[in-house]
């Protein structure tokens, strides 16, 4: 199908009607803030590459990013280090374990894996230069607002409710601090990737966000080339193995899509050069992945010819 304005309105709508009444999944219940947001939260929006934002339902409501975060802090350490150190320090490579895991650390000691897992995507946090808290914590937070197109806030109620029971993390960053990813200010790394997984987005954000990524790492709404083009390709691949954890796998095989979920309920997903969606939705499946997020992105994207190893349209 050609993507025309009234094609794409059809494939959202649809979509977004056959999942409204869906009742699968929960609520992440073990940050206990995330148990708390309305579970009904529901929107859709795609945004192209030549920057036209099409939406469906919910792009008012927040839900706090979570591990989408550790797409732009991926892309952060890129610019500041080139493409090699990540490769070198964590890996990119899937673990086929769950995001948090502990097992796919010791299995390799702390490298063949990514940033896109906690372990990973808490070094890459502890990798962003600054001299102390705030400026690290300012520079990340400019690179969301700039993949976003707007200044975010820090959902603060997220942040507290996780930072005062992010024991894992900070057992998997001392995990990483002992095998020589992380240096000693490992505990500072764990609070400011807790502060960035607590940033607030609608779903009007996430879709820009995820059009930067298919617009070769330029804003298409601002215009700003937010991450070096050459970035891009590699964030990329490692979303189509590991953005949606243990289970990347069934949705490549669905979708063909380089994509990254949250566990606030929030997934983006990117046709490259075509456009850029995101859907909140907070109740998730197994994996940490939203239920409605998922088939509703599936749909549309396979509607519109997203796939790009389907070439037969
Ligand atoms: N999968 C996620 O979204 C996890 C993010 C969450 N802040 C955590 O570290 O556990």
């Not at 989408?68 to 320090?89: C, R, Y």
């Not at 993949?147 to 109620?157: I, Q, S, Y």
Request: with cysteine; net charge negative.
């Amino acid at each position: 199908a050609e993507l025309t304005e009234a094609v794409i309105k059809q494939a959202l709508s649809e979509a977004y009607q056959k999942y409204r009444t869906l009742d699968e999944g929960k609520n992440a219940d073990y940050i206990p803030a995330l148990a708390k947001v309305d579970s009904d939260i529901y929107g859709i929006v795609l945004v192209t590459t030549d920057g036209k934002v099409y939406t469906q339902g919910d792009i008012k409501s927040e839900v706090s990013i979570q591990s989408i975060s550790k797409v732009f802090t991926m892309a952060l350490v890129m610019d500041q280090d080139g493409t090699q150190e990540l490769v070198e320090n964590m890996g990119v490579d899937a673990t086929g374990q769950v995001f948090n895991s502990i097992v796919a650390i010791e299995q390799y000691q702390g490298a063949e894996m990514n940033p896109l897992v906690n372990a990973g995507a808490i070094t890459t946090t502890s990798l962003v230069d600054g001299k102390d808290y705030e400026e690290i914590w300012g520079k990340i937070a400019r690179e969301y607002d700039e993949f976003a197109g707007r200044e975010l806030t820090v959902l603060e109620d997220v942040y507290k409710s996780e930072a005062a029971t992010n024991q894992r993390n900070r057992a998997i960053a001392s995990l990483m601090h002992a095998y020589g990813h992380i240096d000693d200010n490992f505990l500072r790394a764990t609070d400011i990737y807790t502060r960035q997984c607590s940033v607030g987005v609608n779903a009007r954000d996430l879709g820009i966000m995820a059009a930067t990524l298919a617009n070769a790492g330029k804003n298409p709404v601002t215009d700003q080339q937010v991450t070096s083009a050459k970035n891009v390709p590699e964030i990329l691949a490692v979303m189509a193995t590991a953005g949606l954890y243990d289970d990347a796998g069934k949705w490549l095989y669905k979708t063909g899509l380089p994509a990254k979920s949250g566990v606030g309920g929030g997934i983006i997903a990117v046709s490259p050069g075509k456009f850029g969606i995101a859907v909140i939705s907070p109740p998730l499946d197994a994996a940490g992945n939203s239920v409605r997020a998922q088939k509703a992105i599936a749909d549309i994207s396979n509607a519109l010819g997203g796939n790009p190893y389907d070439v037969s349209h």
